[in-house]
């Protein structure tokens, strides 16, 4: 097992995952919807997010 490229995938999905969360919610905005989140929530959803995120760019064998 290659941990440098484990812990590079986590580090870019750590990075990636608010960015795409804010993406989500500034379209929703556009669209009308109004959304708060409070901390809990928001660090749940930005777990989850980057487990999806890591899962997309690993190397299924």
């Known amino acids: 097992m290659d941990y440098k490229k484990s812990i590079l995938n986590l580090v ?3 990075f ?3 960015i ?3 993406i989500v919610l500034l ?3 556009m669209a009308g919807s109004s ?3 409070t901390h ?3 660090f749940i959803i930005w777990l989850l ?3 999806v995120i890591n899962l ?3 190397k299924k064998t």
Do not use: F, N
């Open 12 to 14: 870019i999905s750590l």
């Open 16 to 18: 990636l995952s608010p």
């Open 20 to 22: 795409i969360v804010y």
């Open 27 to 29: 379209a929703a905005k």
């Open 35 to 37: 959304y708060e989140m």
């Open 40 to 42: 809990g929530e928001t």
């Open 49 to 51: 997010m980057a487990i």
């Open 56 to 58: 997309s760019i690993t």
